[in-house]
């Protein structure tokens, strides 16, 4: 089976405009989480989606929002970017929700 | 935070021998989890021990748990230069089956060859 997917790979964005960031889970899986990940703050949990439905949130302002299409693929959202947005963006799947994988991550870089 | 810490930060061992990283964290948990990030890249799982479990065995991979203590450890018996990565910890919480991970900070090991 193909692992995540997760594109673009690199992104640079300028502060206040908005990025869009797609990922395509294991075929079969329908669990789809976000993390945001920074040198300063660690690993943090973003969101999940479960069937085109959030089923878990972290503790992240509103600009930061996601969704996910009835073929379980997920894009994440994030507005009015801020120099402390750039981050990798990882996204995982779940097929038991125990175990995660991961894809490669997204690094965005927001000057 | 309900971010775990890891111990140490950084370790430098040389191969062939053990490696030992500590994990603790804050509130009960539904499961403990190990991961394997290799240089700014994806999370690879690498072993998943239950709150009900004390011990589990993988490869050369050694896990356990005290829940009375909140800490977890992971041994990485006879080292090779491959497993130079940073490796994580997490939990899960609350709700049976969430999938949102807290993931401690980390420990960054080097295995000279």
């Known amino acids: 089976k193909a692992g995540v997917t997760q594109t673009p790979r690199y992104l640079i964005k300028t502060r206040g405009q908005q990025v869009t960031l797609s990922c395509s889970p294991i075929?079969?899986?329908?669990?789809v989480s976000w993390y945001q990940q920074t040198p300063g703050q660690g690993l943090q949990f973003l969101f999940e989606?479960?069937?085109?439905?959030?089923?878990n949130k972290g503790n992240f302002p509103g600009r930061f929002s996601g969704r996910q299409f009835s073929n379980s693929r997920s894009e994440m959202n994030v507005s009015t970017l801020e120099l402390g947005d750039s981050a990798l963006y990882l996204c995982a799947s779940s097929l038991r929700g125990y175990e995660q994988y991961f894809g490669p991550g997204t690094r965005l870089t927001v000057t | 935070s309900q971010q775990g810490e890891e111990d140490p930060q950084a370790l430098s061992i040389q191969e062939g021998e053990n490696a030992t990283m500590n994990c603790s964290y804050k509130t009960s948990i539904n499961n403990l989890q190990w991961y394997r990030q290799n240089s700014g890249r994806g999370l690879v799982h690498l072993i998943l021990i239950r709150s009900n479990e004390r011990e589990k065995h993988s490869g050369r991979l050694r896990v356990t748990l005290d829940t009375s203590k909140k800490s977890s450890s992971l041994l990485i018996t006879a080292s090779r230069a491959a497993d130079t990565a940073s490796y994580f910890c997490?939990?899960?919480?609350?709700?049976?089956?969430?999938?949102?991970?807290?993931f401690g900070t980390g420990t960054r090991l080097t295995v000279i060859p």
């Open positions: 989606y479960f069937s085109e439905t959030q089923r």
């Open positions: 075929s079969g899986h329908r669990s």
């Open positions: 997490a939990t899960t919480q609350g709700q049976p089956g969430a999938n949102n991970l807290f």
